[in-house]
């Protein structure tokens, strides 16, 4: 019989940490390379550990907490909604759902949608319904995604052999097969890709790609890459997906980052700042991408009433406090404030890439500097920030930081830089 006891044991865990200092160990899977911080309280884009330390929060819960924390309305509205009703089945029909369903659709390129908990499972929804598109709309017997080098779509197996980082794929092969990777960028790329695999007729079902690059170091779409790409799914009947998972839902100042690039995707992925913090993704179709029939895709929990009034009060929200304003307002106040710690630091940074609050902070490949420095020397001066690729260092505030904080953001990242110095 396994004997229970109260305080876990260390055998196959970590230890824990109290503020900075270790403490009794615990029992959680090494999958994560934790900060020593346990955060446990939240208030816009300010959070407090343990010790009631003060951080501003530049991660947001990973470009998540689009509202910040504990959000007044969005407690309220959602205290109330877990009164009402938390989940029932996708068996039944879900007014919530519904509702969050033609907010996206009137609001987006889209005209279906379908509701799952993550981005990853965005992503599994999009290469299956790529892979029923390609059987039946083109005939293809195996069909082929395309997907771009330094993109990241996910953690689950088939998420994980669409992105193009060696880095996270190692240790888990064999990976799925049917996806092959071109340049980010580089229309040659894609069309060199394109005449060797349909040499002797179509085996592309589609092409999946994020407008911006986060994960991968924030590399912005290139206008005419992304309109090339277009025309050659237009012209080819290709899907064009977008994996909007850290971009969608106003983060670059726009709803959504295609409309930065002037065309439309037929298929685009959602999940992080959908839910402000809620666990919710979603697929979004337009009628030629909708092959999906009863009984090919569902989720338990995917769409449930409590996550879809969270994200619904985000929607709402956007609007009422015109927070896509405050984001390209906030966003150009970033990139300015960067330049200026970039011309203090020319040996070490390169240059600021980004739109809206999706900022990346670029070193020099040449710079012993590394993001990883900066988030510990970060954390001492009360400043969240995280990495993205290797030389890159990540600002995704809250998309309601206000003015006062911003300037608050910069003045403490521009303080990590001068520490360095001495
Ligand atoms: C572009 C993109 N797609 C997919 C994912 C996976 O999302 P999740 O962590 O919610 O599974 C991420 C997560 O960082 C992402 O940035």
Redo the contacts with the bound molecule.
Sequence with gaps: MVELVDAPHSKCGTFGFVGSSPTAPISLMETYQRLPLRIVRGKGVWLWDEKGNKYLDAVAG?ATCSLGHSDRKLSKILAKQLKKIQHISNLYQIPEQEELANWLVNNSCAEQVFFCN????A?EAAIKLARKYGHIKKGIERPIILSAKSS????TLA?LSATGQPKYQKGFEPLVEGFEFFSFNNSNSVENLYKKLEKNGPRIASIFV?PIQ??GGIHLGDKKFFQFLRELCNKHKILLIF?E??SGMGRTGKLWAYEHLEIEPDVFTL??GLGGGHAI?ALLVKENANVFKPGDHASTFGGNPFACKAALTVATEIKNRRILENVRFRGEELKQGLLKIISHYPDDLKEVRGLGLMQGLVIKEDSKLSPKIIVDLALKEGLLVIGAGPKVIRIVPPLIINKNEMNELLKRLHSCFNKLDN
């Excluded at 993550?118 to 499972?121: A, F, I, L, P, Q």
């Excluded at 990241?152 to 953690?155: A, E, K, N, S, V």
């Design positions: 990973i993550s981005g990853t499972e992503t990241f779509h996910g953690r998420a994020e986060g994960e994996d998972v850290q999940a992080k993704g």
